[in-house]
């Protein structure tokens, strides 16, 4: 299982409101190894079916890719009862 642990983001943007605003993301494996992705990357990962989580307890709420209107290719959180993407309570790494 691959968890997404810690966010780094784009320039400029200390407190985001946005996982469009998330430039990279740290996946955790089982080896505990840390390895930084950019957020098109794990899109790929999860548009070809790679399960991901963010791991925020309760939850670890899985990865969905998404295209934006402009074309641009993310991931964000399934939905839960949490106001904001469990993506953006992650810590900056």
Known sequence: MLYARYITVK?????????L????????????????????????????GLIIRVYKEPYYPKLIAVTGPKGEKYVR???????????????RA
Do not use: A, M, W
């Open 11 to 19: 320039q400029g943007c200390s407190y985001p409101t946005s996982v």
């Open 21 to 48: 605003e998330i430039d990279k993301i740290y996946l955790v494996g089982l080896n505990n190894e840390r390895v930084l992705f950019d957020k098109e990357v794990v899109h790929e990962f999860v548009k070809k």
């Open 77 to 91: 959180s399934e939905p839960n009862d949490t106001p904001n993407d469990n993506l953006l309570r992650l810590p």
